[in-house]
Structures are given as structure tokens and as C-alpha cells.
């Protein structure tokens, strides 16, 4: 008599479920979350061995459905990509001397304040680009996108695409141009920048911030990303009546 082999998933002290079959799909996981490897274990019931430990991983992003959303970078460790952005697209890449590896668009913090940077110093010839996650717009209403920049690179102007394709192809909605500044370490004083969304309401977008980088001096400085929705103007009028 052969005995079916049965197997017990646990998270940590907590038995998940006790399964006979060889795929079972965790639940209840937390989006845009990363669970080191030995988080969960697969133990055989036949002699309670361990068999395996599943390997780390990294769960998928939620859209971003609930407006306004706004991004500041403070939750995010210096020198990485933020969670559910997305700069893997870029065909730049970094100088073997640079101590940065996030230099194509990473968190950086400059005087105990998080943004993040196109390291146009570092960054060698290529396009040097970041993905927002993917934002839900309503189909009623006006939205626009504001955020805040320093654009000190020799690079020629950067620009703010959108992609309503999820992320197949983009459409370039601005395009900023260097100001005086030429340092890669501190952006200086930062402009305001706003553009219009309302084109795309009732659409799913993934918005853009790309350049082409040179390996050229300065930086480009991004902070204080934000998508809301505009508050239109209301018109109140008293109606006269004539005989």
C-alpha cells in the first residue's frame, strides 16, 4: 500500500493548510509587499521533514485606484528604485566608478529629504527613464499631475510622458529644459510644475519621467509627485422674471 504524500504549508508557527497536491496558491498576501526566503515552509506529514523553504519574493502591485495620490519618497531606502516604479525599460546604464547603482532614476536624500534622481554624472549615453505605477482615473471629473523638479543636467530637456496601453507606448505631455544650476549632489531650488490630465479621465495610465542621459554634469531632481483631481469652478446665478 503506497501512502499519498500529503504536505503542511506554515508561515512561521502557523499552519496555512495541509495539501495533497503538488500547487497550492497563497492568499492573503499583502500587495507590493517582499517576504524573504523561509518565510513560508513546506514540511512532507510522511516524516515532518522539512522539505523546502520557499524562496523570496516580491507580490505585485495594486493599481492605484483611490485619488488623490501623492508620493514623497520618505518611505523608501536611499539608493533603491521605489516599490511598483519602474525604471528596468532604460537602456542607460552606470559608470563601473559610480558608488550610486540607483543613478538611473533612485531614491536619493539630500538634507534629510527623500526625491528621486537622474544621476546625469554617472548615468552613461542611453535613455534613462521611470514608470509610475498604473493610476486609475475616473471616468467623471478634471485631474492633473503635479511635482516638483530641479532640473541641473547637461543632458537636454526631460520630459513627462503618459501610456494608456500599460506601458506598450507613451505620449509625451511635457518637456522641461535645464535651468542654471549644474550640480549632481543638490538640486537647489525646485519649480513647480502641473499638467493636465482631464484628456485622460476613465483611462488607466502609467505616467513617465524620461531623459537621455550623456554622461554628461548635473542631476535631474524629482519630489512631491501628485495626481488630484481639479476642482472646478461653480457659477451661481439669480433668475429675474420679466411680464
Known sequence: LVEEATYTVVQGETVLTTTAVDCYELTGLTAATSYPAGTFTIISDCDETLVANVPAFTTLCDDITALPWSEDFEGFDANTVPMCWDNSASTS?????????????GVVTVN????????NYWAQSGTALINTPTIVLPAEGAYQLTFD?????TCGAFAVKVSTDNGTTFTELASYTQGSGTSHTEPGDFTPASISLTDYAGESIILQFFANANYGNG?????????????????SMDIVGHK
Open 149 to 153: 523638479y530641479a532640473h541641473n543636467a
Open 112 to 119: 534629510d529629504n527623500k526625491m528621486i534622481k537622474m544621476e
Open 219 to 235: 542631476a535631474i531632481f524629482v519630489d512631491n509627485v501628485a495626481v488630484t483631481e481639479i476642482e472646478m469652478p461653480t457659477l
Open 93 to 105: 546604464y552606470i559608470s563601473a566608478t559610480s558608488s550610486s547603482p540607483n543613478c538611473i532614476w
